[in-house]
Every structure is written in C-alpha cells, then in structure tokens.
C-alpha cells in the first residue's frame, strides 16, 4: 500500500514518456530522439496507466524469462481493477525505488517470489484505481459511487442505466484523491484469477517481434567479446593484438578487469579477432584445480563435525542404540545455467548519461554497478529490461558480472557498445551450482521407527561475499546451503545437521531451485534407503513420518493416487517418488522409468503433484512443473561441470548435455486446490524429480543412485 500512498499521480505522469518508449522493435531510438510528450493518462499509481483509448498498461517490475509473469502480475491488477483483459497491455518497469522487490528492497526478480511477495501490492494496486474510476463517474453523474460499480473495462449505474468506459474516465479519475484505505474483491467474485489465461506475450515471442537482450540494435553500436583467463582467478600478463586488429571490421582491442575485450563492426568480425589475439596468462593458484581433487577433500570434510545447522535430541547416542543402521554419501556437480541466450548487455552512452538494454534479474544492482564504472549517478543510468531467453539465477548476479564488463567496455573504448559471450564463454566462465557431497546415518527401532539421523553438507557458500551475507549467513551457516535439509519434515526425534563451506575460487551463484537442488534428491533419496532399511513401502513410510504436516501428507497421497502407486507396470518398469517444500510450495512426483541393455535411463511418465496455495493462473503452475521437471531430469541424467587442470572441461550442449525432445517423458501436473499464501512454481518442480527417477531405478535394478547425473555404469546389470 505503500507505493500507492507515495507515489503521485503527477511525478508518474512525468515520467510516463520515459517509461513508455523504446520496447517495441530491435532497432532502439537514441535517448534523446526518444523523449516526447505523453498522451493523457490515468496513473493512479505506479503499475497502471489507462489511457483514453481504453487500453490499460500494466507495468510489470519483475523480470519476464519464461516463468508467465507478464501475465499472472497483470491478472491480479486487472482482477481488482475490473479491466477488460482483451485491453489490457504490459510493459516493463524501469528502474525506481517504486518497483522493488516488496522484501529485498532492490529491484529484482527471483527465488520463486513473484506472485506471493506482489499478492497484496498488485491487488491493492488494482482495487485503489478501480475506486478512483468509480468516484470519477459518480461525480459526472452525481449519483452516490456505492450505486456505481465497475465490470470488463466500464463503470456503470445500474440504477439509471449509464456507463463509461475506463478511457472516457481517465482524465476526470487523474483528478481524484488516492485513496487511503481501499476494498479488495471477495475471491468468490474473481473472474480472472484462478482461471487458465493465455500469456500476454506470446504473440510477440511466436511472430518473433519480442525483443531480447540479443536482438538489440541502436545506430553506430560497436559489438565486442572478451578473451577471459580459461583459469579462474587468471589474470592478463601480456597480450599481442597485431593480428586481432587485422581482421576487417575489427576497430580496437582493449583491456579491461575481466580480460582483453576485441570490439568490432559486428560479432563475427569481434570473435574473428577475438581468435586472432595472442595472450600470455598467469593462471594463478587455481591452474592445477581438478574436480576429483576436490570430490577427495570434499569426502574426507563430511566425515568431521561441521557448522551446526541443527540439532534435536541426542542422534549420537540414539544412533549407538539403534537396531538398525545405515549410512550413505551422495554427490552432485558443478552445474552451468546454459540459458538459451547468451549472455549480453548494450550500453549508448550520451556523455552525462547512458541507456542499456540487458535481460537482467538485478536491475537495481546492474544499474548502480554499471553508473559506478562509468562515472554516472544511478539516475543517469536508463536500464531497459528485456525478455530474457532464460535465467535459472543466472541473470540475478550479485557482482553484475555481464553489466559491469559491458560497462568497463564502454568506458575503455568511449563509444556504444554490445558486449557478447557465447555460450562457451559463460559455460567455462560463468557463474556455477555448487558442487556438494552429503553424508547421512540415520538409524530404526526394532519396530522399523527412523530413530535418529545424521546429514553432513560439503559445498562452497554462494553467499558469502555478497550483498546478503549479513541476512543470509548466520555463524557460519549458509542458510541456502541447508535449505531443503535443516528443514527435513520427518518426524524423527533425534537429529544433526551441519555444514562444511570450504571456499574456493570458483565462482559460485544460485541456480534454479537453489540448495533445494541438491537437498531434494539426498534426502529423497536417502528416506527411500531408510524405508526399505525398514521393510517399509516407501510411500506408506513417508506418510507415517509427517503426520505433523497435513499439507504435505494431502498433497503425497494425492500424487499416489493420481500415479496409481501400487498397480501393476508394464516388464521391466519402475515407479518412484518423492516431495519436497521449497519456496512455500509443496511438489511430489512419482516416475515411471526403465534401463536399456546399454544402460540408459528412460524415463516414461511423471505424475507431478503441486500446492502451491492461492492459484493465479493454473496454465503457468503446469507450464512451471513441467519446466521444472525437464531442467531437473538435465542435472539427473546428463549435465555435470568439471574441471582438470584449472579448466572447465564442457563447453557447449554437445558436452554440457540437456534434455532432449526425444528423451521427454509423458507429464501429468495435478494443482491441489487451496487458500493458502501463494508459493513460488518457478523452482519448486525441479527439486524432487532426480530422487523420484532415482528411488524407481532401484526398484527394477537393486542399486541405489549415490551421484549425478546417473552413469549407465551405476545402473546396468
């Protein structure tokens, strides 16, 4: 409600020009060839604007990657707005102190939190113009506004019959006061929310006019790419650019902190010369750095005392009495982003001034990152937010990596430029999951009851280091380091979580689903060890451990008949599942998989089940788990970074491999109906899939998946 108070009608009105221009076509306007005078408008606050041609803009402060958020945010304004849906447009904010996130405080997108941290604000949004519209009519009509009410884009009186259109009333409404205190619709009376939508911006992406960071394109900008140490934590010793400055096109060879940028007419004629230039590097401490080194030193920590994360009961002692024991150690890579777009960013500088264009998840930051650079106060700086081509985390980059280089390029060679990674580049030298190795003990009674349980955690911290430190790290436990494990639901009197964060110079950052990425397939995967430790089905086990979580419970058993658990497969098939909460959202899955004589998983069918809380548009929480789903079968079965000599050995899909078509399997999503607080769908469907297709694998094979991604050696006969 905040944003509603504060923000005036007239200062939104100024900046409405600024806001408006330029993401339409690839091809940009200069800022200043930019900047004109604004049609009258409605702009209560600052996510709607209604014009007198009745369309109403919905301006959209969270980044758009494919997650549906030009839709779902746009459905809760317009729901509580009334808005006619066929008029309803969306544009992206800028960067302002008005569209950050309602808990980070910066602009951003991410961590499953779009739809649940706007919930209130958008509504709010929506129901304050709604009234404003509504008190514009009665005044024209000098009736009492509690006989007016507002439907589809109109305000109408029942009482004499009239109706206006929201266009015809935007200019008295921008005379109203805003109000105070504003009168939310009762969900009984949603006609948008809850329903399935089609995405307001799939018109663009399937006639090709969306506009990404890569498609960007303004008058006499320079295109560049950077040579980067293959090592991380390299640095520049010395550099020849005779032949780099030969290529045709090539216009100069600067360097900047990150390396030795090649800049150039266009892109080819910059990775040309970019080939060309001949380096000589200090490798630094990491030049000898191997994965199996570490995957070592990594198994010997978890076998020690770490960080204590938490601690219930007695697990030592509880262990020492048990009747049964088991143990297991798991592990997981280094795995990459490999959006689909490379990573980019364009800067037009205008001496006091510039505008880049980037598919960004830290405006905020990238902005203030990239004004530093250059010299340029933050409100100097225009970042326009373009559709992303993917983000898993990787665009919400704490030291704006691909901004700041963009910005340390433009300053080096004083003109505009687009800087361009290939996929190579951020591949082997971007920003990584870490990799993690678990050791869990846990013992049973003599009744089969889990009694006791032991989780060790070995990964580098992606936190510390950053901006959130101070929230996020507490006595030396990364709180993202523990999530999905600290938190186990299991009822099990007695247990130890710790955490070994050795630290490396590998650059470390979130990826989709966080620590819940490799949390949700240990544990998972380890309750179905204990289970069968018991004699116990491994549903029937899980159920009887959560009898504290009735969300949970309902949502398992609700996968479990929707799977069919316990009915007959086809020969030579196995059924598996597992749940897990992550960002307030439940998810269990159960799949369908089998092995070929050459060792290779298929993977037939998942049932995805999902309580998510309050639905906005049941369309994307599908779309969402089905997401979620293929990303976590690419770390499950295919996708690993590794390193030897220092060196990131994949480069590209053919050795950093994701799914394929033919690898997908058939996805059945189930939405379990609820009033709960909204919960994020954009991670939670990943977490769960590698134990789910893990624990069937056992059922058909006898061996347990103690690594990923799964080798045809950990499964063939």
């Not at 700086?381 to 990596?401: E, K």
Request: charged share 25%; with cysteine; hydrophobic share 40%.
């Amino acid at each position: 409600m905040s944003v509603i108070i504060n923000i005036s009608r007239r200062d939104f009105l100024k900046t409405g020009a600024l806001i408006g221009s330029g993401f339409v076509l690839g091809v940009f306007p200069r800022h200043e060839e930019a900047s004109g005078e604004g049609a009258k408008l409605f702009a209560p606050n600052a996510f709607i604007r209604i014009g007198t041609d009745d369309i109403v803009t919905i301006i959209v402060n969270k980044s758009e990657m494919g997650q549906g958020v030009y839709t779902s945010l746009p459905m809760m304004v317009a729901e509580e707005l009334e808005a006619d849906w066929t008029k309803v447009r969306i544009e992206p904010a800028p960067v302002d102190p008005a569209y950050n996130h309602t808990v980070w405080g910066i602009q951003g997108t991410g961590g499953s939190t779009s739809v649940g941290t706007t919930w209130d604000q958008l509504h709010k949004a929506g129901a304050a113009a709604r009234m404003m519209l509504i008190q514009a009519a009665a005044e024209m009509w000098n009736v009492d506004p509690f006989t007016c009410k507002a439907e589809n884009g109109l305000v109408i009186h029942p009482g004499s019959n009239r109706q206006l259109s929201f266009g015809k009333l935007a200019e008295k409404a921008s005379q109203m006061s805003v109000p105070q205190e504003v009168k939310l619709k009762n969900p009984a009376e949603y006609k948008l929310i809850g329903k399935p939508v089609k995405r307001l911006d799939t018109p663009e992406k399937v006639t090709g006019k969306a506009v990404f960071g890569i498609d960007v394109k303004v008058p006499d900008m320079l295109t560049a790419v950077v040579v980067r140490c293959p090592v991380f934590g390299g640095k520049v010793k010395s550099f020849n650019d005779r032949k780099a400055k030969a290529v045709s096109g090539v216009k100069s060879v600067v360097q900047i902190p990150s390396g030795v940028a090649v800049v150039a007419e266009n892109f080819w004629a910059a990775k040309q010369g970019r080939d060309a230039l001949e380096i000589k590097w200090d490798e630094g401490q990491l030049a000898d750095f191997d994965t199996m080194k570490q995957r070592k030193q990594y198994a010997g920590l978890v076998k020690t005392p770490g960080a204590v994360a938490r601690k219930e009961g007695s697990p030592d002692e509880a262990l020492e009495k048990a009747v049964k024991k088991i143990s297991a150690e798991y592990e997981v890579p280094y795995l990459a982003h490999a959006t689909m777009e490379p990573l980019n960013a364009a800067i037009d500088l205008h001496g006091d001034s510039c505008d880049i264009w980037t598919g960004t998840q830290f405006q905020t930051n990238d902005r203030n990152s990239a004004a530093a650079i250059l010299g340029l106060k933050p409100e100097k700086v225009n970042l326009h937010t373009t559709f992303l081509g993917g983000g898993f985390g990787r665009r919400a980059n704490p030291h704006s990596d691909f901004v700041s280089e963009a910005a340390e390029v433009a300053k080096a060679v004083k003109k505009s430029v687009k800087v361009m990674w290939t996929r190579e580049d951020d591949i082997r030298g971007g920003y990584y999951r870490p990799m993690w190795y678990d050791r869990i003990s846990a013992g049973l009674d003599e009744n089969g009851k889990a009694t006791a349980w032991k989780h060790t955690i070995a990964g580098q911290s992606i936190i510390t280091g950053t901006a959130f430190e101070k929230m996020l790290v507490k006595e030396g436990i990364d709180e993202t380091s523990v999530e999905g494990a600290k938190d186990i639901p299991y009822d099990i009197p007695n247990i130890l979580v710790d955490l070994h964060s050795p630290a490396y110079p590998i650059t470390v950052q979130w990826w989709r689903s966080v620590g819940h990425s490799h949390t949700g397939f240990v544990v998972e995967t380890f309750i179905d060890e204990l289970a069968f430790a018991a004699g116990k089905d491994p549903y029937e086990f899980r159920r009887s451990l959560i009898s504290k979580d009735p969300r949970r419970k309902a949502l398992l058993e609700l996968v479990a008949e929707k799977a069919g658990w316990g009915s007959p497969l086809p020969a030579g098939q196995g059924r598996g599942i597992a749940v897990h909460k992550s960002f307030g959202s439940y998810v269990a899955q159960v799949a369908e998989v089998s092995v070929g004589k050459d060792g290779e998983v298929k993977v037939h069918k998942v049932v995805c089940a999902v309580d998510c809380g309050k639905i906005v548009n049941p369309d994307t929480i599908e779309a969402q788990m089905e997401s979620g789903i293929v990303f976590g079968l690419s770390a499950a079965l295919f996708s690993e970074i590794t390193f030897k000599k220092g060196r990131v050995i994949q480069g590209n899909f053919n050795n950093y491999k994701l799914m394929r078509m033919r690898n997908m399997p058939v996805v059945e999503v189930h939405i379990m109906p609820s009033q709960e607080k909204s919960g994020g769908v954009g991670e939670p469907g990943v977490p769960p899939i590698a134990a789910a297709v893990s624990n069937a694998l056992f059922t058909i094979t006898g061996k347990r998946i103690h690594r990923l991604p799964i080798r045809a050696e950990d499964v063939k006969a």
